[in-house]
């Protein structure tokens, strides 16, 4: 099981930018994939950006072009640029780790609150 310690939510506001990041316990090489879902009170969580080991990127539609996910290999991290924050981006974002099909670890979760 990985450790996963995510940080960076905060207030912003419309059109404001933030960057989340996710330190994992062991090289993220060793994931299949690392992600972010995002979740709001009595929704599914939802994914929003995930990076395959290989460096290949995936984006939910609603985020695309506004978000980025990256990662620093020699640190174990995970970033999530999320440019041009809407409201409809206020949730709770975590981070996650799978290998093949499972799930290993999950971040604590960190609040994103966009006002407008």
């Known amino acids: 099981q990985v450790q996963l310690v995510a940080s960076g939510g905060g207030l912003v506001q419309a059109g404001g930018s933030l960057r989340l990041s996710c330190v994992a316990s062991?090289?993220?090489?060793?994931?299949?994939?690392m992600s972010w879902y995002r979740q709001v009170t009595g929704k599914q969580r939802e994914l929003v950006a995930t990076?395959?080991?290989?460096?290949?990127?995936n984006y939910a539609d609603s985020v695309k072009g506004r978000f980025t996910i990256s990662r620093v290999i020699a640190e174990n991290t995970v970033y999530l640029q999320m440019n041009n924050l809407q409201p409809e981006d206020t949730a709770v974002y975590y981070c996650?780790?799978?290998?093949?099909?499972?799930?290993?670890?999950w971040g604590q979760g960190t609040q994103v609150t966009v006002s407008s």
């Open positions: 996650n780790a799978r290998k093949a099909w499972t799930t290993v670890g």
């Open positions: 062991g090289s993220i090489l060793s994931y299949t994939t």
């Open positions: 990076m395959a080991a290989g460096g290949v990127t």
